[in-house]
């Protein structure tokens, strides 16, 4: 069967690695979902979104997979870098809405 | 600048008192919200602006808290009889689009209600 991989609250990665951030969303109706990143003492900066109608998305460095059977979404950061140390939020929207409603957030921490 | 500006930063204030939280968006964008979030928390939906009115205030936790946007673009977030429970960082977002689409968030403003 699939895998469904489980929301940790923090992560430890190697410079270089390959890092892997899960989140889990609640409502099934959700339309739009944002993955955040944000570092300490700043506001959530935008990295990446997808629509419900996608199952992938790729930016620079960073892909979002979505498995809408099982209401799970990821975030792979390749060749993960010392700046990309921060916590990092999934965030769901309904269609039609403007709410977002944020996840637990996962903190990334990268080892040299 | 080019972001969303937040004043004050840091904001320590005794309990009972009244805080007001300023947001100057980006310019341009129509849409501005207010995020509360607490230490080790997601950002929490507070209230919403599409220009000048609140087109939905149920995030507000109680009638301590109002918000104003009285000419579509600054936004003031205003707190009655402060609570200690009531310490977090307060985040305004702004954005160009009518439905969710990439929020652009300012730094916060933390307040301290000791």
């Known amino acids: 069967g699939e895998s469904v991989g489980l929301h940790l609250p923090t992560l430890s990665v190697q410079e270089g690695d390959n890092s892997i951030i899960n989140c889990a969303y609640s409502?099934?109706?959700?339309?739009?979902f944002i993955w955040y990143k944000q570092e300490s003492g700043k506001g959530p900066q935008f990295i990446i979104d997808?629509?419900?109608?996608?199952d992938k998305r790729q930016g620079q460095r960073v892909t979002v997979l979505l498995n809408k059977t099982v209401k799970h979404l990821s975030l792979q950061i390749a060749a993960t870098q010392p700046g990309d140390s921060a916590v990092y939020f999934c965030a769901e929207n309904l269609a039609n809405d403007y709410k977002l409603s944020f996840g637990a957030g996962t903190t990334v921490t990268v080892r040299a | 600048g080019a972001g969303v500006s937040q004043t004050p930063s840091n904001k320590v204030t005794e309990k009972g008192k009244y805080v007001e939280l300023r947001c100057d968006p980006i310019s341009g964008h129509t849409a501005l919200y207010w995020y509360r979030q607490s230490l080790g928390q997601g950002p929490e939906f507070l209230i919403y602006?599409?220009?000048?009115?609140?087109?939905?205030d149920s995030g507000l936790p109680n009638d301590r808290f109002f918000a104003v946007r009285p000419e579509g673009s600054v936004s003031t977030l205003k707190i009655q009889r402060t609570e200690r429970g009531d310490s977090a960082v307060y985040l305004c977002?702004?954005?160009?689009?009518?439905?969710?689409?990439?929020?652009?968030f300012g730094e916060g403003s933390r307040l301290t209600v000791l």
């Open positions: 977002a702004s954005s160009s689009s009518k439905s969710a689409g990439e929020l652009f």
């Open positions: 409502n099934s109706a959700s339309d739009y």
């Open positions: 602006f599409q220009g000048t009115g609140a087109a939905d």
């Open positions: 997808i629509r419900s109608n996608m």
